[in-house]
């Protein structure tokens, strides 16, 4: 048995030299593109990602101002009416202790 490939130059396959060299120069072409396609996916998702740390950051910060308010509101409500305040606190507290106590 003789390899007909062992004589042929290299890169030479029964004529289809030239075809094995377009194929090598579409890959190249082709992973270019792929490497551009994904360096823009990579932006995009880059910035999607500022995007959204932005907006979290903001209603973060609203939620923050709101529990502020609500402090200040029951702040408030307590140094008003401290007998109120007191008559309620120690009535959710006997609701939870009974509630507590059925487990």
């Known amino acids: 048995m003789t390899d007909t490939k062992r004589n042929e130059p290299h890169g030479y396959a029964g004529g289809r030299g030239g075809a094995t060299a377009e194929a090598v ?27 959204m740390k932005e907006m979290t950051s903001a209603k973060l910060e ?28 120690t009535g959710v507290g006997v609701v939870l202790g009974l509630l507590w106590r059925r487990k």
């Open 25 to 51: 120069a579409e890959l190249r072409e082709c992973g270019e593109h792929i490497g551009q396609a994904g360096a823009i996916a990579a932006e995009a998702a880059t910035e999607r990602f500022r995007d």
């Open 62 to 89: 609203h939620g923050w101002e709101k529990v502020k308010c609500w402090e200040q509101s029951f702040e408030g409500q307590i140094s008003e009416h401290p007998l109120r305040s007191v008559l309620v606190a």
